[in-house]
């Protein structure tokens, strides 16, 4: 990728404008991108993510390495045409997911070596194999295999695995630089947990190997709100200011805007499709959780401003009856929703920081936000697959 | 219902080509409905029916009366509005439904006492209750409760289980010509079980009450195909030509092409949808079990030539990565085909007698579908509820 290739359009503070060019299409960014796990957003069609304004999908190496395969899905065609999404896919490393939901996982210099959940077999992933599995699938951004710490880790556990990570990151760049094609970006992944200092190494050591964009990983895995934030604002601000910055699993709607406000241009989380198979749906005034009993005969739409098919046809009533019901289309109509609200909302703030008005839509959007969630009970971490 | 609200266009031989006109719009028979059991056809929304060739939905009567109820659905404008759909509703009278999935029914000439599956509690369903709901609910056509009887039933029950349907259709029409809305229809059905002569007695004495359409019940529940043939053609003949003819619950594909030439018009049943949620897509060449390892790399479409999203936009191959990983896309993607077949299927059929080609039609589809369905294993009882 060249430098050309993401283009800061406007700044206002630390937050960025800006365009990410892609084999499939620009990006506009800051930019949410919907999670597809197994080569679907759950439920939904890419028409259905098209409407929702999605731009780029994220498609987890992990699983489709152990199911269907990528040799399979490199058979016919690629996952772009496999799963029917013609814009840009970017595709993680696989590493996340191998440390937290592989039994049996055994790490060592080489690679992590684990059984499939899927049908038991031995496996193993390795910095190499990781980026072969990307270019197999034939996302358009990629990234190497990382070591992802829980929280808390000891600083010497986490700077061990902070040089494991950086070592692979290297094995990584050599795979990409040979067989990937043109246009395909591989962005660098800055580990380091909860450590200061092990983040500034990680930024440093990163981006001296050199990557066509930064993703700041180990974050969103149980430390606290604050620590997220203040790492977040110290590594971006480290970050060269030319390539596009990527917080991976964040997040909450209140999350997205902080990290915005901190320099941040890309995100990824399962918490719009997967708290909406639980029943919860985001709003401009916080979480509704639709099987309350307040909602059985209340005829608005779950918000009435948003333009989503679900909003726009059903009221609460309806879609807490299918909740209840246990009925396939409300995960569906939720999904669709809360997606929407999340593309929404990364829209809003892109008009907003081109106008340089970002400082009063964050403080305004906060505001509203916030006061209405707190009343409902906090959902669990944000941070997972899509899978259940 | 006045008598021009059924016209037919078109006869070929038994097979009539006709125009049922409801309140929400006219219905071009003969006519498959998709079955909207808790308010929602499965995973589809209106959109999704409108684009698979519905023109009428069916709404289960029983299921609406449990959960939401039929006075939250009329509190919010009725059925149509709730679920989203502007086209002509049909209801059953919950007869079926209180017969074959509540434990503890009581009969009686009052009605049918059971406990409620959603909540447990003591509930009562009487031919004047059902008629309540259904004008509660909003349909277009709705029906008096009836006894549907199992296969096999002794003859002395099945002729007292008929008096029984006869008495509560005289007071179902009382209610209805009470406060149903001008131009909803009901419809009479006919039991009498498997005895021609009770068949025959039904018609008649059906018939002598007076209905704007005809449903004949108690099929599909059991018995031998032939039995089914046999008795469709025996009551579609003794019915009044003038009269729309709906054979509940049927059928899979080729009863619908069999009973079309015995005259009936309308149907309805969960087949599409329920054989979709388990992999089962429809095509001209028979059904296609998706899970099927044949199908792992399979880049060609379901059916080459539908029109549907699912066919135009993914391969047999993706369609079974997604039912192999419980994607609850798979179950969407295959209802909106198996629907869409269903009514393509009509629609051929329609044109075919318009032009009085409906015999070679027949013979043609007949020959297709079976030869190829003969290779995959004969999937159970067609006749349900669209609930697991």
Known sequence: MT????????????????????????VETPIFMPVGTQGTVKSLTPADLRDAGAQIVLGNTYHLFLRPGHELVAALGG?????????????????????????????????????????????????ELSIEIQQA????????????????????????????????AARAQAVHRDGSKPGVALFGIVQGGVYED??????????????????????????????????TALVAGLLPPDRPRYLMGVGKPDDLVEAVARGVDMFDCVLPTRNARNGQAF?????????????????????????????????????????????????RLLSLHN??????????????????????????????YRVSSDLVPPWSSDRGQDLS
């Open 198 to 231: 092990l983040r500034r190494r990680a930024v440093e050591e990163t981006v001296a190997l050199g990557f066509d964009g930064y993703a700041i990983g180990g974050m969103a895995v149980g430390e606290p709100k604050a620590a997220l934030h203040q790492l």
């Open 339 to 368: 997606l929407t609200f999340f593309l929404e909302l990364m829209g809003a703030m892109r008009a907003a920081i081109a106008t340089g008005a970002f400082a009063a839509f964050r403080t305004r959007f906060l505001e509203r």
């Open 283 to 331: 709003t401009a005034d916080g979480p509704v959780t639709i099987k309350q009993a307040r909602y059985t005969r209340d005829p608005a739409p779950l918000e009435p401003s948003c333009s989503c098919y679900a909003c726009r046809h059903f009221s609460r009533a309806y879609l807490r009856h299918l909740f209840m019901a246990e009925e396939l289309l409300a995960y």
């Open 79 to 127: 996952l772009h045409r496999f799963m029917g999404w013609d814009g840009p896919l970017l595709t993680d490393s696989g590493g996340f997911q191998v440390f937290s939901l592989s039994k049996l996982r055994k790490i060592s210099e080489e690679g992590v070596s684990f059984r499939s959940p899927v049908d038991g077999s031995a496996r193993m992933l390795t910095p």
């Open 137 to 168: 699938l034939g996302a358009d951004v990629i990234h190497p295999l990382d070591e992802c710490l829980a929280y808390p880790v000891t600083r010497a556990a986490t700077e061990a695995s902070l040089a494991l990570t950086l070592r692979w």
């Open 3 to 26: 430098p050309s290739a993401f283009q800061v359009l406007a700044s206002d503070g630390a937050a960025r404008r800006a365009r990410l060019t892609t084999p499939h299409g620009d």
